[in-house]
């Protein structure tokens, strides 16, 4: 088994505040880097803050100030907002970071080596919002019939002198990179959409800028800096000691696994990021995944409609774990959802407090009130326990293929049909009733309903890792058995297990007045 696994998130332009959108691509992340380390791979988890071009430059100067003061300001929005979510990313990487500087230049110069770049001038449409070229017949009607972007933002007509990346010369390594690796972007829709845009043809692409200062200067033309896009995706390579290439760090962990995207942002990752590789004689990543878009009570999020979410808030009301659950469990990922604290809390009460919680708190009840909380042992195995106890231990299989698909929320329904399973198994086999005429039976039940809980609590800790940390912590299974290479060892009985204490609080939605 290939031991590493490199995951990165975009990296976050630093002059918006962040919100749920932001928190949700690099959550999932999180989930599958605590995911692959229970699972023995050595886990590079990559994020970070976009601090150059035109648009932050334009909001520094609105802001009255430098734009280096104005991103060492902004970005800590970003690393504060990284600690409250608790992800557990192996580097914070900045664009503005002399590692990043070098890099970046590094790559330049390989590209130019190769001989895909050449001096030119360009003329055409920009958009700053997006920090993206658009041609002529992309553009949409806008208010005052004045000229959009696709994505809605303002154009600019732009002219001045430019660097040109051959990008046309790529067309057809592209497509054959495609159509060897069907599964170097997902999902399948996303791939059929780039390897249709590919197949129209692909026209050279402007990679310096002449009209304004904030970026990394061109090697060796330092009127020129160098477009945005080209920078920002070279912090992939820079945080693994690229241009050191024979460092063991680099040698281990490129190409990246999968990069993480949103959907707005697939072009960029899947079209001019590979042939950047490529033509620096570099692999390009294993696979680009590219999520969908959280819009908020059927709006979409913008700062406009003063409508975005701030994570912070829904951390506070909610707890940690809640948010994370919902975001992950809500839309299928790659497809959009729509935000509303009605929806959070149905979920939070059914699945966590209900399903999950129950669970936990009557196997584990049951254990202190019958047997004094001493787990008891199991005797003879009927057909039932044996199915649930396979079951359970045979989860990690699918949910672990699952994770590897970026499918988060398939994992967690599977982890969630063991649940259901385990909810039936109680209340068919009624330890309450059985323990009056046979302990010894009753004590079986509660042992294989605590062994489910362990299997099911071991998976839960890349999803929602305080909460499944308290259960193990409920069913006293030490620090060192709690990698999934664990999962078949078992739980000893014997051992005297804590008073147990909910995890999941319900919630009272005003619609439903639902008890609390
Ligand atoms: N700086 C670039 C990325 C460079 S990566 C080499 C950028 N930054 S961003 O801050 O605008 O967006 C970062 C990520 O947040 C993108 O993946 C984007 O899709 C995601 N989201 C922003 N708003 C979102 C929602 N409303 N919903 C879900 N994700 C959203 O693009």
């Given at each position: 088994?290939?031991?590493?696994?490199?995951?990165?998130?975009?990296?976050?332009?630093?002059?918006?505040?962040?919100?749920?959108?932001?928190?949700?691509?690099?959550?999932?992340?999180?989930?599958?880097?605590?995911?692959?380390?229970?699972?023995?791979?050595?886990?590079?988890?990559?994020?970070?803050?976009?601090?150059?071009?035109?648009?932050?430059?334009?909001?520094?100067?609105?802001?009255?100030?430098?734009?280096?003061?104005?991103?060492?300001?902004?970005?800590?929005?970003?690393?504060?907002?990284?600690?409250?979510?608790?992800?557990?990313?192996?580097?914070?990487?900045?664009?503005?970071?002399?590692?990043?500087?070098?890099?970046?230049?590094?790559?330049?110069?390989?590209?130019?080596?190769?001989?895909?770049?050449?001096?030119?001038?360009?003329?055409?449409?920009?958009?700053?919002?997006?920090?993206?070229?658009?041609?002529?017949?992309?553009?949409?009607?806008?208010?005052?019939?004045?000229?959009?972007?696709?994505?809605?933002?303002?154009?600019?007509?732009?002219?001045?002198?430019?660097?040109?990346?051959?990008?046309?010369?790529?067309?057809?390594?592209?497509?054959?990179?495609?159509?060897?690796?069907?599964?170097?972007?997902?999902?399948?829709?996303?791939?059929?959409?780039?390897?249709?845009?590919?197949?129209?043809?692909?026209?050279?692409?402007?990679?310096?800028?002449?009209?304004?200062?904030?970026?990394?200067?061109?090697?060796?033309?330092?009127?020129?800096?160098?477009?945005?896009?080209?920078?920002?995706?070279?912090?992939?390579?820079?945080?693994?000691?690229?241009?050191?290439?024979?460092?063991?760090?680099?040698?281990?962990?490129?190409?990246?696994?999968?990069?993480?995207?949103?959907?707005?942002?697939?072009?960029?990752?899947?079209?001019?990021?590979?042939?950047?590789?490529?033509?620096?004689?570099?692999?390009?990543?294993?696979?680009?995944?590219?999520?969908?878009?959280?819009?908020?009570?059927?709006?979409k999020m913008s700062k406009s409609l003063g409508n975005a979410i701030d994570p912070n808030v829904l951390v506070d009301r909610f707890g940690l774990d809640a948010l994370r659950y919902f975001l992950l469990r809500e839309v299928p990922f790659g497809n959009d959802g729509d935000f509303s604290q009605a929806a959070m809390i149905q979920r939070i009460n059914s699945d966590l407090a209900n399903d999950l919680g129950n669970l936990c708190q009557r196997s584990l009840s049951m254990i202190q009130s019958y047997f004094a909380g001493v787990l008891p042992k199991p005797e003879h195995l009927s057909d039932r326990d044996k199915t649930l106890l396979e079951q359970a231990s045979m989860l990690h299989q699918t949910v672990a293929a699952s994770v590897s698909r970026q499918a988060l929320n398939d994992a967690l329904q599977e982890i969630w049909r063991v649940v259901s399973d385990a909810n039936r198994y109680v209340d068919s086999e009624k330890p309450w009733t059985v323990r009056k005429t046979d302990a010894v039976r009753a004590g079986t039940v509660l042992y294989v309903l605590a062994e489910t809980v362990r299997q099911i609590a071991l998976l839960l800790q890349a999803f929602i890792p305080d909460s499944a940390g308290r259960i193990l912590d409920q069913l006293v299974v030490p620090a060192d058995q709690r990698t999934f290479a664990a999962r078949s060892s078992q739980l000893v009985s014997g051992v005297t297990l804590p008073k147990p204490e909910g995890i999941f609080p319900r919630y009272v939605t005003e619609e439903t007045g639902a008890a609390k």
């Open positions: 088994m290939n031991n590493r696994y490199y995951i990165t998130t975009p990296i976050y332009y630093v002059n918006d505040a962040p919100h749920i959108g932001h928190a949700y691509t690099t959550l999932a992340c999180d989930v599958i880097a605590r995911f692959m380390r229970l699972d023995g791979r050595e886990v590079m988890f990559l994020t970070g803050t976009d601090e150059h071009g035109q648009k932050v430059e334009k909001a520094a100067a609105n802001a009255g100030v430098a734009p280096q003061a104005f991103t060492d300001k902004v970005s800590q929005n970003f690393r504060s907002l990284a600690q409250r979510m608790k992800y557990s990313h192996d580097d914070f990487i900045r664009t503005t970071e002399p590692r990043h500087i070098k890099a970046s230049q590094a790559l330049w110069k390989a590209i130019e080596a190769s001989g895909n770049i050449y001096l030119g001038a360009y003329e055409g449409w920009y958009s700053v919002r997006d920090e993206a070229f658009f041609a002529e017949e992309e553009l949409v009607p806008g208010p005052g019939g004045k000229k959009r972007a696709p994505t809605g933002a303002d154009v600019e007509w732009v002219k001045e002198p430019s660097y040109f990346f051959k990008l046309s010369a790529w067309q057809e390594p592209l497509l054959r990179y495609y159509e060897q690796n069907p599964l170097a972007i997902q999902p399948d829709s996303r791939r059929n959409e780039i390897v249709s845009f590919i197949s129209g043809g692909l026209r050279d692409l402007s990679i310096s800028r002449t009209s304004f200062k904030w970026g990394i200067p061109v090697p060796g033309a330092p009127e020129h800096i160098m477009y945005v896009w080209l920078d920002v995706l070279a912090n992939y390579l820079t945080a693994i000691g690229y241009p050191d290439t024979d460092s063991p760090t680099f040698k281990r962990f490129w190409p990246a696994d999968v990069h993480v995207v949103g959907k707005d942002i697939v072009r960029f990752h899947a079209v001019y990021w590979p042939a950047f590789l490529m033509a620096a004689g570099l692999e390009p990543p294993r696979r680009v995944f590219a999520h969908g878009w959280w819009t908020v009570e059927g709006e």
